[in-house]
């Protein structure tokens, strides 16, 4: 396995070799990252994976600089996983100039984007740069992410890029917790609370299975639960999985998307159902 | 040559053939296309020309509709300068959507961006699309259109697409004017004064070389020259070529960028100039 931190090393080592699987990645790797690699290696493909803690995806007082940087570990854990090459870019790579183009995604101000502002933009924005360098046949993205997915299937169709996106299931822990390098913020106590997120969409999506219509109802019921055990709930939406726009009486693929906070840790999941 | 107006048969045409050189056009071609077109061959490639009028680019109440449409001509002229593909993409391969996703440049407000908002977004944009589409190593832009190619130039740079952006000198007419689409809207008299432009832009030029550093009385002179003879000024400005901000008083490299409507008919010329 390399590591490589310059577009131009990057390149020379690709040439006469574009089909590649690409994983992008924030580094600080768990299970669910080397999930990832794994779908990725099944693609037949060599592997590329990036670490790089975006900071235009993080907004004022978000935790761009708290952001746990675990480069040799995450590199052993790539090599392990059969990754070829790991692409670690310097800030002034994906950043070179103050006066930055900027990639502005439809529903960018939804859901997460309405609480993380620019958040969006700056995750298309770097990811664009990111496929421009790596120019792979293959990206892989987790379904935990469900809107950064959709975001960047849009980017993919809309811009043409030559490039298949596989969309990789939920690693979860035991007691279901969606596995997030997020989650190492929480403490003990929290972390035993945490499940209570993924139960209550599995019970909404239980409800909507059962037939029951009313969304907002249920959104209200889940945001009720998790205020009710000190959470603060950022949302909980039942959505389109083909929009991510509100559903209208005949939307039969549905997902329930959630983001809440404990303490200061925000903490994303969701899942999809269909009715029939 | 061949006309080509899906993405899909054009990638077909390029499979196994990846190294073009591009010419983005929005059709209704004059001799300054074409001297694009022979630019591009002269780098050895095959040469695609693209002609698609880009709705993005327009803001309301521009010449969206009345822009000519004269796809026969145009491809008439292409094959005639040795042209190998015309890619001439229906509306929906290009906006597909009713959500797109949005480029927004930097300096997207300045110069011509401030009297047309929203219009280095819409070229930025689309232009990103045909880059992707085509996949070229190389592309023709004009320095007539000089903001358009300083952003070109950094959209090909800050998100690392692998083309060469060449520079083509701005064609004139033997009374200077710039060749442009637009020429077509001018009435006889407006035609007969339209030079006016490019001759300013040379005085302000000489001035400039021999020796005069009062850029805003030098902008304003040419300004109230051209007022003094019916011209509705949007702007003149000496700049920097290398930022297209204003320039220090030791910047060098200097260009003076002017932009002003005779009637409803906007035109556009630069002329660049180095200070010792």
């Not at 131009?8 to 690699?37: C, D, K, W, Y």
């Not at 299937?153 to 030559?162: T, Y």
């Not at 409800?207 to 969304?215: K, L, P, T, W």
Request: hydrophobic share 45%.
């Amino acid at each position: 396995m390399r590591l490589i931190h310059s577009v131009s090393e990057l390149r020379a080592a690709l040439a006469g070799q574009r089909e590649t699987a690409f994983v992008p990645t924030m580094g600080n790797l768990h299970a669910g990252h080397i999930a990832l690699v794994e779908q990725a290696r099944a693609s037949g493909h060599p592997v590329v994976a990036s670490i790089f803690v975006n900071p235009l995806q993080f907004g004022a007082g978000e935790d761009f600089q708290r952001y746990p940087r675990t480069l040799p570990a995450d590199c052993e854990q790539l090599e392990a996983a059969g990754c070829d090459i790991v692409f670690a870019p310097d800030m002034h790579e994906m950043v070179p100039e103050p006066q930055t183009f900027q990639v502005q995604p439809p529903l960018a101000c939804e859901l997460c984007g309405a609480f993380r502002p620019g958040h969006f933009s700056g995750v298309a924005t770097v990811v664009l740069k990111l496929f421009n360098m790596v120019q792979p046949a293959v990206a892989v993205f987790g379904k935990k992410d469900y809107q950064q997915l959709f975001i960047l299937k849009g980017l993919v169709r809309q811009f043409n890029l030559p490039i298949r996106i596989l969309e990789a299931e939920t690693t979860r822990a035991a007691d279901g917790l969606a596995l997030s390098s997020r989650n190492g913020y929480l403490s003990a106590a929290q972390r035993e609370e945490a499940p209570r997120l993924v139960r209550l969409l599995r019970e909404a999506a239980a409800r909507i299975g059962a037939g029951e219509r009313d969304y907002a109802g249920i959104e209200q019921a889940a945001s009720n639960d998790l205020a009710a055990h000190d959470w603060q709930v950022d949302y909980i939406a039942v959505r389109s999985q083909a929009t991510l726009l509100a559903p209208s009486p005949d939307t039969r693929d549905l997902v329930i998307l959630a983001a809440a906070r404990l303490g200061t840790t925000r903490l994303i999941d969701n899942i999809e159902v269909c009715v029939g």
